[in-house]
C-alpha cells in the first residue's frame, strides 16, 4: 500500500482483484459516462476495459502502474498510469501515458484527482520520464478545465472507432505536460 495523503491511499490492483475492479467501475462509469452509448448502456465498455482477460493483459504490459484508490479506508477509484510510454508528438523523450484515473463522483471536488496527479507527476520525475500525457473526451469539460488547471496542453485529437458509442460523442483530445 503507497500513502499518498494522510487519508489517500494506493493498493494495487493484480488479477485476484478483478470482481472487485468490475463491481467498483460499475459504480463509478456510467454516472457521468452512460450518455456517451446507445440506450445509455455502458456495460460493453465496462466489459471491454475490466474483463479478466483485459486485465491480465494490462498487469502484463511493462511498466504500468495499476491500483485501487483507497480514501478514508474506502475504495473510491482506480488509477493506471504506464512509465516510458512514448507519445503521438515528434521527439523521443519517454514519458507517463496516464491511462485511467477514474474517481467516484461524490468524491469529485475534494483535492483527491489534484493528489494524485501530484503522485504521478513525482513517479514520472522518479523514473525519469520527462512529460505526463493523456487521453480525455472532448465534451468531458470539467476534467479537460481540470488537466489545464494542472499544466496540461491540447497536443492533438482522435476519434474512437466504438460501434456502440454515440458517433457525436467520439471525440478526443490528447494532452500533455512536460515536467
Same mark, same amino acid.
Request: charged share 25%; aromatic share 12%.
Given at each position: 500500500m503507497i500513502q499518498v495523503t494522510n487519508h489517500l491511499f494506493l493498493t494495487p490492483i493484480d488479477n485476484q482483484h478483478q470482481k472487485t475492479l468490475m463491481e467498483l467501475m460499475k459504480q463509478i462509469y456510467p454516472p457521468p459516462y452512460k450518455h456517451l452509448w446507445v440506450n445509455e448502456d455502458s456495460s460493453w465498455y465496462l466489459e471491454k476495459c475490466f474483463s479478466k482477460e483485459n486485465l491480465i493483459t494490462e498487469l502484463k504490459e511493462k511498466d504500468s502502474f495499476y491500483s485501487f484508490v483507497i480514501f478514508k479506508q474506502q475504495?473510491?477509484?482506480?488509477?493506471? &498510469?504506464?512509465?516510458?510510454?512514448?507519445?503521438?508528438?515528434? %521527439?523521443?523523450?519517454?514519458?507517463? #501515458?496516464?491511462?485511467? @484515473?477514474?474517481?467516484?463522483?461524490?468524491?469529485?471536488?475534494?483535492?483527491?484527482?489534484?493528489?494524485?496527479?501530484?503522485?504521478?507527476?513525482?513517479?514520472?520525475?522518479?523514473?525519469?520520464?520527462?512529460?505526463?500525457?493523456?487521453?480525455?473526451?472532448?465534451?468531458?469539460?470539467?476534467?479537460?478545465? &481540470?488537466?489545464?488547471?494542472?499544466?496540461?496542453?491540447?497536443? %492533438?485529437?482522435?476519434?474512437?472507432? #466504438?460501434?456502440?458509442? @454515440?458517433?457525436?460523442?467520439?471525440?478526443?483530445?490528447?494532452?500533455?505536460?512536460?515536467?
Open positions: 475504495p473510491i477509484g482506480i488509477l493506471r &498510469f504506464v512509465y516510458n510510454s512514448q507519445i503521438p508528438d515528434p %521527439g523521443n523523450s519517454k514519458g507517463v #501515458f496516464l491511462h485511467r @484515473l477514474y474517481l467516484h463522483p461524490d468524491f469529485h471536488g475534494k483535492g483527491i484527482a489534484q493528489n494524485l496527479m501530484g503522485f504521478v507527476e513525482e513517479e514520472a520525475i522518479q523514473n525519469d520520464n520527462h512529460f505526463i500525457w493523456l487521453k480525455a473526451m472532448d465534451t468531458q469539460m470539467q476534467a479537460i478545465k &481540470f488537466y489545464k488547471k494542472l499544466g496540461f496542453k491540447t497536443i %492533438g485529437t482522435e476519434r474512437l472507432d #466504438f460501434k456502440l458509442m @454515440l458517433r457525436d460523442f467520439r471525440g478526443m483530445i490528447v494532452m500533455k505536460k512536460a515536467l
